[in-house]
């Protein structure tokens, strides 16, 4: 079963308190396409790389990727 994400938030929100019990498939097949991700050499590669070359950014700059990426305020 190939659900995305969007088919478990979707499944959700539609079931709202009862979700643990109404969507448990779309839960199992969005675990399994992550373990599926997370076991795949080459996502781990590509993800390492990001995460060393934004530590190496942090420890330049000190400042984090979250603030960088944050809209500095405009002033009026």
Known sequence: IALSPPDFTKCC??????????CW??????K????AHYNDPAFYEQ????YLK???????TGISTKKRLQKLP???
């Not at 993800?47 to 990001?50: A, G, I, L, P, V």
């Not at 934004?54 to 330049?60: C, L, V």
């Open 47 to 50: 993800y390492k790389m990001e």
């Open 13 to 22: 929100k539609n079931s709202a308190i009862l979700m643990v019990v109404k």
């Open 32 to 35: 399994e396409c992550l373990t």
């Open 25 to 30: 498939k779309e839960n199992s097949a969005m």
């Open 74 to 76: 405009t002033s009026v």
């Open 54 to 60: 934004e530590k190496e950014e942090f420890r330049k």
